[in-house]
């Protein structure tokens, strides 16, 4: 089935700096790559998203890459904020399907 | 309301005992989803509904594990005779329109089960 892995699983910047975060999925029919943020104590709030017709999206600090060759897709903040410090998912998802598989999480430490 | 709510937000339950965790969606939110997650890991899929009907329960790890959505609104995810590896936090989620990957999905902020 399909699987998702990410890394790194723990990640610390400096207020200001830029933070990326990868993920690679197995199945070659997936086609839709959310990206979610979950605060303590929170569900997972969807940040971003990339369909596999577009090989990057942005939204202000944030952007997501797609690699569809290699199966990679990637999450980049920059000018990272302390508010940005949470645990990172990203996801992926078949067309025609529902199923989200999620991959293990990244915790992001903006240090002021 | 404004958004997905669950309760309770916390259970703690003896092993063995039954538990009923809670899910009101966003109102009109035609499907649903339950989800499990363990400590330090992804929500992992665990069943789908469209309305009231269940088109979905894969993810359910045993038969001890089941769901309802009786009136195509509120769900009810029930775990019986729960055990220790039942412990984790139960998220549930909903989106606008049928299942697919076109519909973003909105997760409340899940029930954290414990089992003693």
């Known amino acids: 089935g399909e699987n998702v892995e990410q890394h790194p699983s723990t990640l610390s910047v400096q207020e200001g700096d830029s933070a990326v975060i990868k993920c690679t999925y197995s199945?070659?029919?997936?086609?839709?790559f959310p990206w979610y943020k979950q605060e303590l104590g929170k569900g997972p709030q969807l940040i971003i998203d990339?369909?596999?017709?577009?090989g990057e999206k942005k939204d202000q600090r944030i952007a997501v890459t797609l690699n569809k060759t290699a199966k990679h897709f990637s999450l980049h903040i920059t000018e990272t904020q302390p508010e940005d410090s949470a645990v990172y998912f990203c996801?992926?998802?078949?067309?025609?399907?529902?199923?989200?598989?999620f991959g293990t999480g990244t915790r992001l430490k903006v240090l002021a | 309301g404004a958004g997905v709510s669950q309760s309770p937000r916390y259970k703690v339950a003896k092993r063995g005992q039954d538990v009923a965790l809670r899910c009101d969606p966003i109102?009109?939110?035609?499907?649903l989803f339950w989800y499990q997650q363990a400590l330090g890991q992804g929500p992992e899929f665990l069943t789908y509904f469209q309305n009231e009907a269940q088109l979905d329960k894969s993810g359910l790890p045993s038969d001890r594990f089941f769901a309802e959505r009786p009136e195509g609104s509120v769900s009810t995810l029930k775990i019986q005779r729960t055990q220790q590896e039942d412990s984790a936090v139960y998220l549930c989620?909903?989106?606008?329109?049928?299942?697919?990957?076109?519909?973003?999905?909105?997760f409340g902020p899940g029930t954290r089960l414990t089992v003693l």
């Open positions: 989620a909903s989106s606008l329109a049928p299942g697919g990957t076109l519909n973003e999905q909105f």
């Open positions: 990339i369909r596999s017709n577009v």
């Open positions: 109102s009109g939110h035609v499907s």
């Open positions: 199945d070659s029919a997936s086609n839709y």
């Open positions: 996801a992926a998802s078949k067309k025609g399907t529902y199923k989200y598989i």
